[in-house]
Every structure is written in structure tokens, then in C-alpha cells.
């Protein structure tokens, strides 16, 4: 259990540094062989190389020699193991079986090596060959009664050119049906941002980090979740610019850190304070504090201190007037009492915003994973434009996505609600009529699927079923499909909980060369920051029958569009067609792709917000209001409190790395409980209880996860936290912000109870 339990508020040790360093080296030993100055480690993010399977964070202006960091080195030595899942390894263990074995173990046994197809007869795995997949595949679509049974599921690490493709095969098909691991992630982003500011992306790019005045980061767990920004942070730091961390979680490396790069902290045990300012918010009370920060700048405005950019905002906006209405009339005690914020320290955080000429706002799942998140995001372009913190260097908004390409997939097509004037361009473009309806996103599907609406699933990477809330329900609902396709490099749960027929198709992984019969191929991705840059493995495949993800996609087409207008054979060979065929369906972006990709670089797309353009309906930005002070409905029980899952220093999502979080001084163990230690005493706890935690939803369906234990922490009242997937089946499927369509993760109100059940056992 806890090593010790009050670890991280005892030894306050700075994130990163010897840890760090450790970590990267023993996780690439032991997994991959791979030693750190071995060539897929210098290839990595470097021009000529692959992107980092990991996070989506943009590489660096200036590149040093060892572009990526101890998730990154985990992320790729996971994906380069040397173990292997073969066909004796799916001989030797039935479905069931496996179903006992944990992420963490499902993780461990390596790369998947040849197609599968489930025997129902046998509750096995047993081979297949590619012809035989793609025949099922299209023999199952082909027999729906209607293209919008299926289900086109996409996880962000595929390729543009994977997306793509995969996306004009759905919609030649007949469905709009994209649920996107995007859905449950920064959708409140895609979905919040275009009627306010016209763009559904961040508007800052890597040199903003460099002449930035103030940078706010909002409930984002930078040292692990994107642990290549920590270098802008100390860099901005070190320039003397205050970095104000909102969170209600005292992050490590967001308070200290040695940056491992660094020779000299290194081998000084130095390191640089991070946080300027520490805001703990209370869970959800992003929205209070956002306002309460208006509030301050509109009064002190007022009484003549000239704090608004007037000349930016009447040029630029409608809507202030509404704006300063709302915001004026939420009061001090509300403002305090749900943010959990004093008054003192809103108006100390507003001085260091008000005083800053060019502000950043980088966020994470701390804000967009509300019931309201992509109201939330609204007021923080509200908070920028009312300074005129866009089009300038250093200011704008900065949504730090996760999947290393899930903003680059919904830039290339998968998007379940997609627009008339894009469907057209298709149309003219590939010569079929794509379907007008809007699709489905993740909550959506699942509803189908219980509904038996839904029949196929085909996931394009990720693991759905761990990712989405509900767990049990979710289960249910996938194993009433005819059936599912699991495209991946690793096994996973998805692939346990299955339809009635089920595929496991193995792919080549980012870090591999991909040679067709034209040479070897590349492929391209975007970065956070919208920029587009070539990626080119250098290890080879990890089994010769694995196929490509666009090898995949064209043949599940070939086998399901018999009679296609498209020529999808010629796509397999050549990837430059594809790209042909992006830069003519979005030529205001893509124009040219062929020779900008050139450019060792990238290159970026455009972000019409940034040059102050604003492609909303009235051609302006838009202040828009949302009334009260709550990002979650308010929920009247004295015993609730909000539960936050979030991730460990060791995994990536669904995969578990190992069962520690260095960083919050966690060891063997992910079924913790954080938890504030007056909280926790008022309920008669001690700290190490054994206890169960419960949510409290109105659908009458009762959940619950035992085996829970407490640790104190620093958190504020009201507030505990807990891992994800672990933790998914207290989230309720119904739970979600009803304009994005994402799950409400980071707020789910719940009651601690003594865990009986388990103490027994
Ligand atoms: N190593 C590693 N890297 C990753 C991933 C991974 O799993 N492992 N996942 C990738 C993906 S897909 C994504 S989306 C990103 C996720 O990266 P993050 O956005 O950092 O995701 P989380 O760890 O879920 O939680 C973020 C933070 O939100 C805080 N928080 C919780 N509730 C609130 C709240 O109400 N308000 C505020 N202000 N903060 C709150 C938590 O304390 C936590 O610090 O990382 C990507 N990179
Ligand atoms: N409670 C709760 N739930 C959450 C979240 C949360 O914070 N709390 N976070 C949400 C977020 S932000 C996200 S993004 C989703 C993540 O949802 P997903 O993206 O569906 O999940 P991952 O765990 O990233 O998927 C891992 C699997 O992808 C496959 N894979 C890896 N690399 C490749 C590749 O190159 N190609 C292919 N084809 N497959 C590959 C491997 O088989 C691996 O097992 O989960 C969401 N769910
Ligand atoms: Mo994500």
C-alpha cells in the first residue's frame, strides 16, 4: 500500500529529476531492450523521425538532441516490447480466463502479432487470415438494415491518413457515426469554443511560451500528462513570468521540478518552483472563480482603471454588456463559498492577469470533463477577450489535448456532426452522397447498443469499453453486437468484451516503417498547436502479418463497397494520394500539403482566431453568458462529495504501466481514495479505511466500487479522487455535458461508506 502515507505534504520533493530519469531508463530496459541512445529513441520528435506516441504536447522551438521525456520514453518502450501475444498464447487461454486478468497484465503479455477471430464454440481467440477479417467485416455490414448500425469508433493515435480514409468509408457507407475518444476528452473544446471565438481549437502556438507575460494552466496535471511542457514552464519561470496553477490537487511537478534535461539541477538536486501562485479550487469551482476574476475587472474598470481593452473588445466582440450584468451580480460569499476560493486570493490572481499585457490559459479534463464544460470554456474566452488576450504573441487559449493525433483526426473527418458545407465538399470531391443526418458520439453509440440498434462496432485503436463510463453497462451493451473489430497494437479489455462474431486485426504502431510497394510510406499528424508534421518509423514491425492502419481501413472498404467511387487500392501503396485527396476536400487549410509536408518542421494550420478573424455566424467574438455559478447541477445530501478520477504518473489511459504514482507517493496499488482528512474524520474514517464508494444519480441504478482505501490529502473539502478506469463504474452514462456530449468525469458526486463486503473477505 502507501509507502508512506503522508508522503508528497511531508517530503514536498520537487517532480521529475532523479525519479524521472530512473523511471525512463529502467522502463526502456526492462520492456524494449531499447538503451537510451538507441535510434528510435533519437528518432523520436526529431525531423526525419516519428511523433511520440504519447501525449500531443507540440516538440520545441529549438530541439535538444533528446526530444522526449520519461512518459514518452514509457509510452514508446510499451509500444516496442520485445514480448509478444501469439496464436499459442490465445490456444492457451480462453476468453473468460482472460476476462480475470488485469489491465495491467492484459498490458504486460506485449505486441499482438496476426489477426484473431473469436470462436464462440471454443471461448478462444483462434487464427484467421486478412482475407478472412475483411470478408466478415463486409459480409456483417453489408447485412445491416441501415449504415447507422454501425459504429466507427476512433482512438486519437491514428494517423491522418488512417482518419481520413477511415472516415470517407464510413460516410460512403451511409453513417455519420464517429464516436471519438475526443468525445470523452476535449470535445467541450471542439463544441464550446466555435460560437464564441470561431474556432474550435487553441489559438497559441510554441514561441507564445516565450514572450507570454502570464500563464495560467486549469486542471491539468502537467508533469505527467504532458510532461514536455514543463521545459516552457521553467523556461517562463526563469524569465520571471507567473505561472498560476488552478487545481484542486497539489501536483507535484506543478508546485517543483528538476527537469531531467538539465545537467546542472540535475547534479545539484536543484529545481525551479513552478506554481507563482497555487489556486485550490474546489472541484467544479473553476466556473465561481472564472467569474469572481470578471467580477474584479469589471468593478475596478468601472472606477476608472482602465483594465479593459475597449478599443479590442468593440472591434472584436458582441456581448460584453450581457456579460457584465451576469458577472456583476453574483455575490462575494457564493462566489467564495462554491469555488472555495477567498475574495483576497480571486482579486490577487486577477492583479497578476490584470497586469500581464499578453496571458496564456492552457487547461485540461479539470475543466472540460463537467456536466457545463463547454459553458466553462466559454467564460475562459470571455476572461481573455475581455483583455484582448488573442491574436498577439504570448496571450490566447490553450486546450492541451491528450492523444498524441486526436486533434488531427477531427480535423481530417471524424466528427459525428459534421457540417453541410464540409458533406458537400466531399461530395464534390469522391462523386458520392455522404449522409446528411448527424452521427453518433460515444454516449450515443452505447445508448444504440443497449437499445440493439447498433450492431457492428469497429474500433480504430483505443479500448472503448474502458474508456466510457458505466462499466458494467457498457460491457452489456457491447456483448449484444453481431459483431466488434478491435484494430490495435496491444491487447486489451475491448477485445475480452466482445459481439457474437469479434476480430482482433494487429497494426503497425508509430515507432515502425511502413513499406508498401512504392517504398516506404510516412504519415502525418497535428499536434495541439495545429501543427502538421510527417512522422516516419524506424523499428521494424513487431510481427510480419501486421498490416497498416490505412492497408486496414482501405480493405475493410474494398470488402464492404463493392461497387466504391473511390480507388482505394491505389491508397495502400502511395500515401501521397491520400493527402492529395485531404488538401482538395479542406483546401483553406490543406492547400499544398504535398510540399509543406516537406518542410522537416511542419507547418501549421491556420487558426483563423489567431489572426483575429472569427468565423462565427456574425463574424465577431462572442461574449457568452451562462447564468449562476455551478459548472454541475447542485445536488441537495449533506453526505456528498465530488469524486474526480483522474490518472497516475503510470499509465497512459487504459494502459497500465505499473500499479505506482511516484508522484502522489502511491506504490502497488490503484484502488486509493484521496481524500480530505476532516472529510474523512467527520465520517468516523481513519486514514488507511478499507471503504466503498457509491454514486448518487437519479436513473435508480445502483453503483458502487468496493475495496477503496483512504489516503489524506491535500485536497480541498468536499473533494476526493480516485483513478480512472478504476473507477468507471461510478460514473453514470447519463452524466455528461449535454452540449458535447462528454462525460462528466472530474465531478462525480458520491458518498464514502466502511466497506463491509470487503473487510469480510
Ligand atoms: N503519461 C500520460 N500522458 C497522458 C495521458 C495519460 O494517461 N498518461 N493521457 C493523455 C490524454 S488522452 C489526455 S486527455 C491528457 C489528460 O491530461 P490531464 O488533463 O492532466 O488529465 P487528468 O489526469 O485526468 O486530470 C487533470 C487534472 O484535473 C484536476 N481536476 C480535477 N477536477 C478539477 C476541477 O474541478 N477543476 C480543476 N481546475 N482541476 C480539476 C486533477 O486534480 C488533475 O490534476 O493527457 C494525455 N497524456
Ligand atoms: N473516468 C474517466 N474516464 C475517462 C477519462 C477520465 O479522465 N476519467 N478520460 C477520457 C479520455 S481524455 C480519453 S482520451 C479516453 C481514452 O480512450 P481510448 O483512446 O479508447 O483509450 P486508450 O487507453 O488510449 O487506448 C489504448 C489502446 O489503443 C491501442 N493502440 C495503441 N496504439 C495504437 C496505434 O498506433 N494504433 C491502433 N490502431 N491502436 C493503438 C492499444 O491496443 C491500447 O490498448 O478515455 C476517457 N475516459
Ligand atoms: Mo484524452
Redesign the pocket.
Known amino acids: 500500500m502507501t509507502e508512506k502515507k503522508n508522503k508528497i505534504q511531508k517530503t514536498e520533493q520537487p517532480g521529475g529529476g532523479w525519479g524521472a530519469a530512473r523511471a525512463t531508463l529502467k522502463v526502456l530496459m526492462e520492456q524494449s531492450g531499447l538503451s537510451k541512445g538507441s535510434k528510435a529513441l533519437l528518432s523520436m520528435n526529431q525531423p526525419g523521425g516519428f511523433k511520440c506516441p504519447?501525449?500531443a504536447f507540440p516538440d520545441p522551438v529549438c530541439r535538444s538532441k533528446f526530444e522526449f521525456c520519461e512518459?514518452g520514453a514509457k509510452a514508446l518502450a510499451f509500444e516496442a516490447t520485445k514480448k509478444r501475444v501469439t496464436r499459442e498464447f490465445f490456444a492457451a487461454n480462453t476468453v473468460s480466463s482472460l476476462m480475470e486478468e488485469s489491465d495491467h497484465w492484459l498490458e504486460m503479455q506485449g505486441r499482438l502479432t496476426e489477426p484473431m477471430r473469436y470462436s464462440e464454440e471454443l471461448d478462444k481467440y483462434v487464427p484467421c487470415d486478412w482475407d478472412e477479417a475483411f470478408d466478415l467485416i463486409g459480409g456483417h455490414l453489408r447485412a445491416l438494415g441501415n449504415p447507422n448500425q454501425a459504429e466507427f469508433y476512433t482512438s486519437?493515435r491514428t494517423s491522418n491518413e488512417a482518419a481520413f480514409l477511415y472516415s470517407i468509408f464510413a460516410r460512403e457507407f451511409g453513417t455519420n457515426n464517429f464516436p471519438d475518444?475526443s468525445n470523452m476528452?476535449?470535445e467541450p473544446t471542439s463544441r464550446g469554443l466555435p460560437p464564441s471565438i470561431g474556432v474550435g481549437k487553441g489559438t497559441v502556438v510554441m514561441e507564445d511560451f516565450d514572450s507570454t507575460q502570464a500563464i495560467f494552466v486549469?486542471?491539468?496535471?502537467?508533469g505527467?500528462?504532458?510532461p514536455r511542457m514543463m521545459a516552457n514552464l521553467i523556461r517562463a519561470r526563469k524569465r520571471g513570468v507567473p505561472v498560476i496553477v488552478?487545481?484542486?490537487?497539489p501536483?507535484r511537478a506543478l508546485i517543483r521540478f528538476t527537469n531531467p534535461k538539465d545537467v546542472v539541477q540535475m547534479a545539484t538536486l536543484g529545481s525551479t518552483e513552478i506554481a507563482s501562485n497555487f489556486v485550490q479550487?474546489r472541484?467544479?469551482?473553476?466556473l465561481a472563480m472564472l467569474k469572481g476574476m470578471m467580477k474584479v475587472i469589471f468593478e475596478r474598470d468601472a472606477n476608472g482603471e482602465q483594465i479593459i481593452d475597449w478599443a479590442f473588445v468593440e472591434r472584436h466582440t458582441v456581448g460584453i454588456t450581457a456579460l457584465q450584468e451576469d458577472v456583476l451580480s453574483q455575490n462575494w460569499d457564493e462566489i467564495t463559498d462554491i469555488s472555495g476560493i477567498s475574495e483576497e486570493q480571486i482579486r490577487r490572481v486577477s492583479e497578476v492577469y490584470i497586469r500581464s499585457k499578453a496571458t496564456m490559459i492552457c487547461y485540461?479534463?479539470?475543466?472540460t470533463q463537467?456536466q457545463k464544460g463547454s459553458h466553462l470554456l466559454q467564460q475562459v474566452a470571455n476572461l481573455l477577450l475581455l483583455l484582448g488576450n488573442f491574436g498577439k504573441p504570448g496571450a490566447g487559449i490553450a486546450p492541451?489535448?491528450?492523444?498524441s493525433n486526436?486533434q488531427g483526426d477531427r480535423t481530417v473527418g471524424i466528427d459525428e456532426q459534421p457540417s453541410q458545407a464540409y458533406l458537400e465538399q466531399l461530395k464534390k470531391v469522391f462523386h458520392f452522397e455522404p449522409p446528411r443526418e448527424h452521427g453518433h458520439h460515444t454516449i450515443k453509440a452505447v445508448e444504440a447498443m443497449e437499445k440493439g440498434t447498433a450492431k457492428v462496432f469497429i474500433g480504430m485503436g483505443g479500448n472503448f469499453v474502458r474508456a466510457i463510463p458505466d462499466t458494467q453497462r457498457s460491457y452489456d451493451a457491447m456483448r449484444k453486437l453481431s459483431l466488434t473489430v478491435g484494430i490495435a497494437t496491444k491487447l486489451n479489455r475491448g477485445h475480452l468484451v466482445h459481439g457474437k462474431d469479434a476480430l482482433i486485426l494487429p497494426v503497425i504502431a508509430r515507432s515502425e516503417k511502413i513499406g508498401t510497394s512504392a517504398g516506404e510510406q510516412f504519415l502525418t499528424t497535428e499536434d495541439s498547436m495545429s501543427k502538421v508534421s510527417a512522422s516516419r518509423g524506424v523499428l521494424e514491425p513487431a510481427s510480419q502479418y501486421l498490416k497498416s492502419e490505412v492497408e486496414i481501413v482501405c480493405r475493410m472498404a474494398m470488402a464492404t463497397l463493392p461497387n466504391s467511387v473511390v480507388n482505394w487500392g491505389s491508397f495502400i501503396t502511395n500515401y501521397n494520394l491520400i493527402r492529395e485527396k485531404i488538401s482538395e476536400v479542406y483546401p483553406e487549410i490543406y492547400s499544398d500539403f504535398l510540399s509543406k509536408i516537406r518542410i522537416p518542421e511542419g507547418f501549421y494550420l491556420d487558426v483563423p482566431a489567431r489572426r483575429l478573424v472569427w468565423n462565427t455566424p456574425n463574424g465577431k467574438a462572442n461574449f457568452l453568458t451562462f447564468d449562476g455559478l455551478n459548472s454541475d447541477d447542485p445536488v441537495h445530501d449533506p453526505d456528498m462529495l465530488r469524486l474526480?478520477t483522474?490518472?497516475s504518473n503510470d499509465?497512459?489511459?487504459t494502459t497500465i504501466y505499473s500499479n505506482s504514482d511516484r508522484y502522489r507517493g502511491i506504490y502497488n496499488t490503484r484502488m486509493v481514495l484521496f481524500m480530505n482528512a476532516e472529510d474523512r474524520a467527520e465520517r468516523e474514517l481513519e486514514n488507511g479505511s478499507c471503504v466503498a464508494v457509491e454514486t448518487i444519480f437519479s436513473d435508480g441504478m445502483h453503483r458502487r466500487v468496493n475495496g477503496l482505501t483512504v489516503v489524506d490529502y491535500s485536497l480541498p473539502r468536499g473533494a476526493v479522487?480516485g483513478y480512472?478506469p478504476e473507477l468507471n463504474p461510478l460514473l453514470p452514462l447519463g452524466y455528461y455535458d449535454k452540449i458535447s456530449g462528454t462525460p462528466a468525469a472530474?465531478?462525480i458526486p458520491v458518498r464514502v461508506l466502511i466497506d463491509q463486503e470487503t473487510k469480510k473477505s
Open positions: 504519447s501525449c512518459n486519437g475518444c476528452c476535449h486549469i486542471g491539468q496535471n502537467t505527467t500528462n504532458s488552478v487545481n484542486p490537487m501536483e479550487v472541484i467544479g469551482g473553476d485540461g479534463m479539470g475543466l463537467h492541451i489535448r491528450g492523444h486526436v474526480a483522474v490518472r499509465q497512459f489511459n479522487a480512472y472530474k465531478s
